[in-house]
Nanobody
């Protein structure tokens, strides 16, 4: 199974950028579709972005299209989320997700594996 550890969160001003990383352990990493979700206080966990096992297919929530980019490096067992033009409404805990079934990776209640989360705070 895959274990996930996020890093790269922090405090940034509106309009700034951050890059989140999710380091995975386990030899089956390349068999997993990977994703990022976020959860703001008092809100449900929501889908942000996902990437197929090969990296050839990506999906984004409408709220982040054109600003966020998901990528992965299977040799390094790592998935990334480059976040540009950040807005205060992007403030949340960001979670890395993994699932062997691509059809489940965009739905929080179906995802198999989660990281512990990393806080992103965007000040206005």
């Amino acid at each position: 199974q895959v274990q996930l550890v996020e890093s790269g969160g922090g405090l940034v001003q509106a309009g700034g950028s951050l890059r989140l990383s999710c380091a995975a352990s386990g030899r089956t990493f390349s068999n997993y579709a990977m994703g990022w979700f976020r959860q703001a206080p008092g809100k449900e966990r929501e889908f942000v972005a996902a990437i197929s096992w090969s990296g050839g297919i990506t999906y984004y929530a409408d709220s982040v299209k054109g600003r966020f980019t998901i990528s992965r490096d299977n040799a390094k067992l790592t998935v990334y989320l480059q976040m540009n033009s950040l807005k205060p409404e992007d403030t949340a805990v960001y979670y890395c997700a993994a699932d062997p079934a691509p059809a489940r990776i965009t739905t929080a209640r179906l995802v198999e594996r989660w990281g512990q989360g990393t806080q992103v705070t965007v000040s206005s």
